[in-house]
């Protein structure tokens, strides 16, 4: 069992004005905690892996293609494999907690490249 606090986990930025946490880094998925100001975005963007995840506070418009929809602080979703999405924070600053997998690699190493690690 691992038990983890948030203040102990160093952030590094995801994309401009948008900075995440590998909460947790397993053998089948990665946990991360990503946090967006208000009216700060994530572009549209596609990646393998299946996405769960659940704002915690704040209020965003993700969209994909044509398609928007609201999320208020606790709702969840769900993005599959290779499909584009885009994140606008409407009400923030906001809290979103991501589940991938197959785990993201990539996000373990910008954290470590980040501070050295």
């Known amino acids: ?7 102990g986990i160093p952030p590094f930025e995801l994309f401009e004005k948008v900075t995440a946490r ?10 991360i905690a990503v946090e967006i100001p208000e009216n700060g975005a ?16 704040g209020e965003a ?6 398609s928007i929809h609201l999320v208020k ?6 993005i599959p494999p290779q499909e584009r999405h885009r994140v606008k924070v409407t009400r923030g600053p906001a809290l979103f907690l991501d ?11 910008m954290q470590r ?4 690690t």
């Open 22 to 31: 590998v909460v947790l880094d397993g053998e089948r998925m990665t946990l």
């Open 99 to 109: 589940i991938f997998s197959p785990p993201r690699e990539e996000y373990v190493e």
């Open 1 to 7: 069992m691992k038990v983890i606090s948030k203040e």
């Open 42 to 57: 994530v572009p549209e963007h596609s990646h393998p892996h299946e996405q769960f995840g659940i704002l915690l506070k």
């Open 113 to 116: 490249r980040a501070h050295g």
């Open 73 to 78: 602080e606790g709702m969840l979703y769900q």
């Open 61 to 66: 418009e993700f969209g994909g293609g044509e």
